[in-house]
């Protein structure tokens, strides 16, 4: 199983970027039916999809970051980017990247690694 690492949080104030890296151990698309999604998870909150990109490159936003956010693929570097921009409070959290396929009994996703923090702070 490809094993995906976060990296990239920090700290940053409201309006300003970050950009996460998810690298893999692998080639993270070779399984065609396979995605790539970032989540995040504040604090008492429940994790929630942020977005996703398929090996084909299609690619889908949670409504609260469309327009502010950006997922790639470097597929050369088994890497998958999120671009954040015009960070807000509601932005911060415990950012996770992870795989995930549709399967007969739902959604599987592979093994939740440690994640990367993004704080938005004045």
């Known amino acids: 199983q490809v094993q995906l690492v976060e990296s990239g949080g920090g700290l940053v104030q409201p309006g300003g970027s970050l950009r996460l890296s998810c690298a893999a151990s692998g080639n993270i698309f070779s399984n065609i039916a396979v995605a790539v999604g970032w989540f995040r998870q504040a604090p008492e909150k429940r994790r929630e999809r942020v977005a996703t990109i398929t090996g084909g490159g299609l690619t889908n936003y949670a409504d609260s970051v469309k327009g502010r956010f950006t997922i790639s693929a470097d597929n050369a570097e088994n890497t998958v980017y999120l671009q954040m921009n015009s960070l807000q409070f509601e932005d911060a959290g415990l950012y996770y990247c992870?795989?995930?396929?549709?399967?007969?009994?739902?959604?599987?996703?592979?093994?939740w690694g440690q994640g990367t923090q993004v704080t938005v702070s004045s």
């Open positions: 992870n795989s995930f396929r549709p399967t007969i009994n739902g959604i599987e996703y592979g093994d």
